[in-house]
């Protein structure tokens, strides 16, 4: 399978995202954006949006529509996939998604406010019996037990894929309707209180009892920027990045809510603007 290549690849598209590409579009790169989800969708659950400049009186689903028809208008190609990795590969980036995987000369990331680990145990087995992505780790748990804890009816493809695989497959929904989820799948509507184990993550505890698993798939939208650039440094909850919006890694920026307050729309375009013209400045000097 041959492996595509950009210019410029964007991790999210929310308005830094979403301005960044517009920016390296004008400028004729090669550019592309990587989302999972819904574009603008947080700007679009606004009611009404008051202090951006020249739309005095806009919804939020007004002012999502008009960003999502620039990005059309330009032909951006948006990627539909989840990414999950990047590993730094000379002078490019390799990006895996939960499909595929793709070659970019410079990476931004613009995934909106990070996510961090939320369940207690989670952090301390990142990497360790904990995945976020079921189609990239599922085979290694073929023939055995799993449990997935899932946020979204999003991912109930990803769970269908370790029904294929895995002897057996638990099922813990963070969300109210369960829409496509294969019938091998126990559903298990609990609330989860602590992941933990020896030296991998195998016990997951909910109000109600244990699971002793053989692996665990927490699905979310997002995965942790720091599983998905290896030695990303962080200050605090945020990517930290220089005035020129670089993170510590070579080839990668980020902009908008993920490098920290106020959280709002005029600085998350702002910044990724700013961010992709440094990118696109480094980009043409080498």
């Given at each position: 399978?041959?492996?595509?290549?950009?210019?410029i690849?964007?991790?999210?598209?929310?308005?830094?995202?979403?301005?960044?590409?517009?920016?390296?579009?004008?400028?004729?790169?090669?550019?592309?954006?990587?989302?999972?989800?819904?574009?603008?969708?947080?700007?679009?659950?606004?009611?009404?949006?008051?202090?951006?400049?020249?739309?005095?009186?806009?919804?939020?689903e007004?002012?999502?529509?008009?960003?999502?028809?620039?990005?059309?208008?330009?032909?951006?190609?948006?990627?539909?996939?989840?990414?999950v990795?990047?590993?730094?590969?000379?002078?490019?980036?390799?990006v895996?998604?939960n499909?595929?995987?793709?070659?970019?000369?410079?990476?931004?990331?613009?995934?909106?406010?990070?996510?961090?680990?939320?369940?207690?145990?989670?952090?301390?087995?990142?990497?360790?019996?904990?995945?976020?992505?079921?189609?990239?780790?599922?085979?290694?748990?073929?023939d055995?037990?799993?449990?997935?804890?899932?946020?979204?009816?999003?991912?109930?493809?990803?769970?269908?894929?370790?029904?294929?695989?895995?002897?057996?497959?638990?099922?813990?929904?963070?969300?109210?309707?369960?829409?496509?989820?294969?019938?091998?799948?126990?559903v298990?509507?609990?609330?989860?209180?602590?992941?933990?184990?020896?030296?991998?993550?195998?016990?997951?505890?909910?109000?109600?009892?244990?699971?002793?698993?053989?692996?665990?798939?927490?699905?979310?939208?997002?995965?942790?920027?720091?599983?998905?650039?290896?030695?990303?440094?962080?200050?605090?909850?945020?990517?930290?990045?220089d005035?020129?919006?670089?993170?510590?890694?070579?080839?990668?920026?980020?902009?908008?809510?993920?490098?920290?307050?106020?959280?709002?729309?005029?600085?998350?375009?702002?910044?990724?603007q700013?961010?992709?013209?440094?990118?696109?400045?480094?980009?043409?000097?080498?």
């Amino acid at each position: 399978m041959s492996t595509e290549n950009y210019e410029i690849g964007i991790v999210g598209a929310g308005p830094a995202g979403m301005s960044a590409a517009i920016n390296a579009k004008a400028r004729d790169k090669d550019v592309v954006i990587f989302e999972s989800s819904q574009l603008a969708k947080k700007i679009e659950w606004a009611p009404h949006v008051d202090n951006y400049l020249g739309f005095s009186q806009v919804s939020g689903e007004e002012l999502a529509e008009q960003f999502i028809n620039h990005i059309k208008e330009l032909e951006i190609p948006i990627i539909k996939e989840k990414v999950v990795q990047v590993f730094p590969m000379g002078d490019q980036l390799m990006v895996t998604t939960n499909g595929e995987s793709y070659q970019v000369k410079k990476l931004i990331l613009t995934i909106g406010v990070v996510q961090e680990a939320k369940i207690t145990g989670e952090a301390d087995y990142i990497g360790q019996g904990i995945s976020y992505c079921a189609t990239c780790d599922g085979r290694l748990y073929k023939d055995k037990e799993v449990l997935v804890i899932s946020d979204s009816a999003h991912h109930e493809d990803e769970a269908n894929f370790l029904a294929d695989i895995c002897e057996t497959v638990y099922y813990i929904p963070q969300y109210k309707d369960i829409e496509n989820l294969d019938n091998r799948i126990n559903v298990v509507r609990e609330k989860v209180r602590e992941i933990n184990g020896e030296e991998l993550a195998n016990n997951v505890i909910t109000e109600e009892q244990e699971y002793g698993v053989d692996g665990i798939f927490i699905l979310r939208e997002t995965v942790p920027p720091s599983e998905i650039v290896a030695g990303l440094e962080l200050d605090g909850k945020y990517i930290k990045v220089d005035r020129e919006f670089k993170t510590n890694v070579k080839g990668v920026y980020a902009a908008g809510d993920c490098i920290g307050r106020p959280l709002q729309i005029s600085k998350a375009t702002g910044e990724g603007q700013v961010a992709v013209l440094k990118a696109i400045e480094e980009l043409d000097q080498e």
